[in-house]
C-alpha cells in the first residue's frame, strides 16, 4: 500500500483535459515538494514536474501541477493518444527520512 | 550528458544476497546536494523507494526494508553499490537507480534491471 493516494485509473478522449489526484499527509505533501513522472510500459520513469508545479525542458506546458495542504493535482489538457502512460506522484516524507510514491494512475486516452 | 546504468544478476534463489550497482556518469557525488536512489516495481505494481546516499555520505533506508539493505558508494569509481539479504520471490521486481536533487528523484534515471528471485 503506497503512502500517496492516487486513483488507480483516469481516461479521457483526444482534446479533453484530465486531472489526476494525489493525496498525502503533513509530513510529505504538506510539508515539501511534489514530483510527477510519466511511465510507458517497459520503460523507466520520466520526470514531468517538479517542485510541484515546474516543467523540465521539453515537456509541454499541456502538462501542470498545483498543491493544497496535504494534496496535488497533475492537469494534462490537450489530451493526446501518447499521453496514455502510467503517472505516478512522489513526494518526501519528513517522517521516513525519504521519498514516497503514489500507487500509479493508468491514463488511457478513448 | 548525465547517465546511469544498473548492473547485477538477473536471478537469484530465496535466502540469497542480491547485489546491485549502479555506475553512473556526468555528476558526481561529491557535489554537495547530490544523491543516488534505489527503486524498485514489482512487475505491474507501483514504484516502491529502497534506500539513498547523498553526497556527504548520510543514508536513508525504507523503513519497511531496512534491515535487509546496506547502500555505499565509491566516488572514485562513480559507482553506488545496494546489498538486499534474505530474497524472497517477493522481491522479484525491477531495480532502477536514479539521481536524487534532495527533494526528488529528477530526471536522470538507470534503465532498470529485472531481477527475479526463483529456486
Known amino acids: 500500500q503506497s503512502v500517496l493516494t492516487q486513483p488507480p485509473s483516469a481516461s479521457g478522449t483526444p482534446g479533453q483535459r484530465v486531472i489526476i489526484s494525489c493525496s498525502g499527509s503533513s509530513s510529505n505533501i504538506g510539508s515539501n515538494f511534489v514530483y510527477w513522472y510519466k511511465q510507458l510500459p517497459g520503460t523507466a520513469p520520466k520526470l514531468l514536474l517538479y517542485r510541484n508545479d515546474q516543467r523540465p525542458f521539453g515537456v509541454p506546458d499541456r502538462f501542470s501541477g498545483s498543491k493544497s495542504g496535504t494534496s496535488a493535482s497533475l492537469a494534462i489538457s490537450g489530451l493526446r493518444p501518447e499521453d496514455e502512460a502510467d503517472y505516478y506522484c512522489?513526494?518526501?516524507?519528513?517522517?521516513?527520512?525519504?521519498?514516497?510514491f503514489g500507487g500509479g494512475t493508468k491514463l488511457t486516452v478513448l | 550528458q548525465v547517465t546511469l546504468e544498473e548492473s547485477g544478476p538477473t536471478q537469484v534463489k530465496p535466502t540469497q544476497t542480491l547485489t546491485l550497482t549502479c555506475t553512473f556518469s556526468g555528476f558526481s557525488l561529491t557535489t554537495s546536494g547530490v544523491g543516488v536512489g534505489w527503486i524498485r516495481q514489482p512487475p505491474g505494481k507501483a514504484l516502491e523507494w529502497l534506500a539513498l546516499i547523498y553526497w556527504n555520505d548520510d543514508k536513508g533506508y525504507s523503513p519497511a526494508l531496512k534491515t535487509r539493505l546496506t547502500i555505499t558508494k565509491d566516488t572514485s569509481k562513480n559507482q553506488v553499490v545496494l546489498t538486499m539479504t534474505n530474497m524472497d520471490p517477493v522481491d522479484t521486481a525491477t531495480y532502477f537507480c536514479?539521481?536524487?536533487?534532495?527533494?526528488?528523484?529528477?530526471?536522470?534515471w538507470g534503465q532498470g534491471t529485472l531481477v527475479t528471485v526463483s529456486s
Open positions: 512522489a513526494a518526501r516524507d519528513d517522517s521516513l527520512s525519504g521519498p514516497v
Open positions: 536514479a539521481e536524487y536533487s534532495g527533494s526528488g528523484f529528477n530526471d536522470h
